[in-house]
């Protein structure tokens, strides 16, 4: 399959690579560079720190020989950055039975709860869909009285039979319970990625 964005045509793989450990200036920068040495493409990527921890999630791109170079060569990265580092290779997206192929997607902004995402995540169990992909985020908007909101976004794979309306009742009803809105209803995305 081509890759156009990576600059050059043939097969692709894909592999996630974390690291865990010691925060410091460059960090990002060391995974990013140390990819792009062996000819990995970075699709996505996650920092987050706390306190003087970090964790950096780096979801990569490249050709198959690409991916075992980075595999054997972790250990260069461990010792350069300081942290703990988890490299996975990844096989080819499959659809299982019973799914439909297409990827549906859907976008919520709310007040921030505890088990808010538990509530979310327990709706999609009981209509039957599989969660191929999830960012939520936590945020602060200032003013007289801070209010503390949560952005969450789902890519889903439905099953065959699916209740669109139920499901969307459903999902209006969870947002409603905390004071949200729903940013972009349930709909099909295009590819196996959807960008935010």
């Not at 703990?84 to 919520?108: A, C, R, S, W, Y």
């Not at 505890?114 to 869909?129: H, K, S």
């Not at 309306?165 to 905390?178: D, Q």
């Amino acid at each position: 399959m081509p890759y156009a964005n990576a600059g050059y045509r043939g097969p692709v793989q894909h592999a996630a690579m974390w690291l865990l450990g010691p925060d410091m200036p460059g960090l990002l920068n060391l995974g990013a560079r140390w990819v792009a040495e062996r000819g990995g493409n970075i699709e996505k990527n996650i920092a987050d720190k706390f306190g003087e921890k970090c964790v950096v999630f780096m979801s990569i791109s490249a050709n198959p020989e690409a991916i075992k170079r980075m595999d054997t060569e972790k250990e260069e990265l461990k010792k350069a950055s300081g942290c703990g580092v988890v490299f996975q290779p990844m096989k080819d997206p499959t659809v299982p039975e019973g799914f439909q192929e297409e990827l549906h997607g859907f976008d919520i902004l709310t007040d921030d709860a505890i088990g808010l995402i538990a509530e979310i995540t327990e709706l999609l169990a009981e209509y039957g869909m599989l969660v191929v992909g999830h960012t939520g985020e936590r945020r602060v908007v200032p003013g007289p009285n801070p209010l503390v909101q949560s952005g969450q976004k789902f890519v889903v794979m439905l099953p065959h039979e699916f209740d669109h309306p139920g499901f969307t009742r459903a999902l209006s009803a969870v947002v409603r319970k905390y004071n949200g809105t729903i940013k972009t209803p349930l709909r099909a995305v295009p590819g196996l990625l959807w960008w935010w």
